[in-house]
């Protein structure tokens, strides 16, 4: 079974960093595009930024030049780099991978639990 464990939320001041990490687990043949959302209280869940296997990345207007997203392919892992964090960052953070679970399958997404960023002001 595929898991995605998320690592690296908690309380920081504003102006301070995290850095999430996503490992995904499990028999699977590929993982494509990847990346972090989040949602807020009383929001609706938002793409935060995402990457492609070949590194290609994309960023929401709201987080660009302070975040970046990365990942190491051999260790299927994806990270989130916050910097200059604002209290309208705070919001559950997801991690997100299009899977292919076999060779002939088309990929399906999958989701991590969620880890809890919060910035205080």
């Known amino acids: 079974q595929v898991q995605l464990v998320e690592s690296g939320g908690g309380l920081v001041q504003a102006g301070g960093s995290l850095r999430l990490s996503c490992a995904v687990s499990?028999?699977?043949?590929?993982?494509?595009?990847m990346g972090w959302y989040r949602q807020a209280p009383g929001k609706q869940r938002e793409l935060v930024a995402d990457?492609?296997?070949?590194?290609?990345?994309n960023y929401a207007d709201s987080v660009k030049g302070r975040f970046t997203i990365s990942r190491d392919n051999a260790k299927k892992t994806v990270y989130l780099q916050m910097n200059s964090l604002k209290p309208e960052d705070t919001a559950v953070y997801y991690c997100?991978?299009?899977?292919?679970?076999?060779?002939?399958?088309?990929?399906?997404?999958?989701w991590g639990q969620g880890t809890q960023v919060t910035v205080s002001s």
């Open positions: 990457i492609t296997t070949a590194g290609s990345t």
């Open positions: 997100n991978a299009e899977i292919k679970r076999l060779s002939y399958a088309s990929s399906s997404p999958y």
């Open positions: 499990g028999r699977l043949f590929s993982i494509n595009t």
